[in-house]
């Protein structure tokens, strides 16, 4: 089935090029030159994946992702000129899913698309049913979670981090293994990115939070 991918890109010649190594590779490509109307796109079509660039007019991609993240756990890879790690963390407070540090080859970003959606795929392909433990209930099939019956929000990568340590319990799972497991071996993140989300899931866990155990030099583990 072919995939539609949002490409948000305000230097003109860089989006054609861009556009075109989607093309080729059989993609359907919405692009928008703004913030603005990249919202517009994405509340009309159907959109896959969102590659989003942060400095736009109208709309800086922070604020199209914050949007986008308020109804949709679509994958976001975003694409920036600086490599700021304080940019990076707050794009993952956001809910992006990965970083792109200009300059890139175009090849190599299509690849990570086209990674990042066999790892969606691969998820949703998952045994049907629910999985639940200490009163968190996981839809695996409709990808939600609950607690106490009331849904919880949860990113893409939110959603298949807490699901692949509910099914490790009580396994000590190192950042690395996570970062492998979770973001895909070709990920080129660090550390401090399985942080960044195990925060934001305790958050959004509330008092459920206290089954994600922190074991200091080691990593994280659910515990019952």
């Not at 948000?8 to 030159?33: G, H, Q, S």
């Not at 986008?68 to 976001?76: A, E, L």
């Amino acid at each position: 089935m072919t995939k539609n991918i949002l490409l948000v890109e305000d230097e003109e010649k860089l989006r054609e090029i861009l556009k075109e190594y989607f093309l080729k590779e059989e993609f359907r490509v919405f692009d928008a030159p703004d913030g603005k109307k990249a919202i517009e796109i994405f509340q009309e079509e159907e959109i896959d994946l969102v590659i989003l660039d942060i400095m736009l007019p109208e709309l800086d991609g922070w604020s199209v992702c914050r949007r986008i993240r308020k109804n949709s756990d679509v994958p976001i890879i975003m694409l920036t000129a600086r490599s700021d790690d304080d940019d990076k963390l707050l794009g993952y407070e956001l809910g992006a899913d990965e970083y792109v540090t200009k300059p890139y080859s175009p090849k190599v970003l299509v690849a990570r698309a086209k990674a990042m959606l066999r790892r969606v795929e691969g998820s949703i392909g998952k045994e049907e049913g629910m999985f639940s433990l200490s009163g968190i209930h996981v839809d695996i099939l409709g990808r939600k979670v609950f607690i106490d019956d009331e849904e919880i929000i949860l990113t893409h990568k939110e959603f298949e981090l807490l699901l692949y340590l509910m099914e490790h319990k009580a396994v000590v799972l190192s950042r690395e293994t996570l970062l492998n497991q979770v973001w895909g071996y070709d990920y080129f993140g660090d550390d401090r990115t399985v942080d960044t989300h195990i925060k934001k899931l305790r958050r959004k866990l509330g008092d459920k939070a206290v089954h994600i155990r922190t074991v200091i030099r080691s990593g994280y583990k659910f515990e019952e």
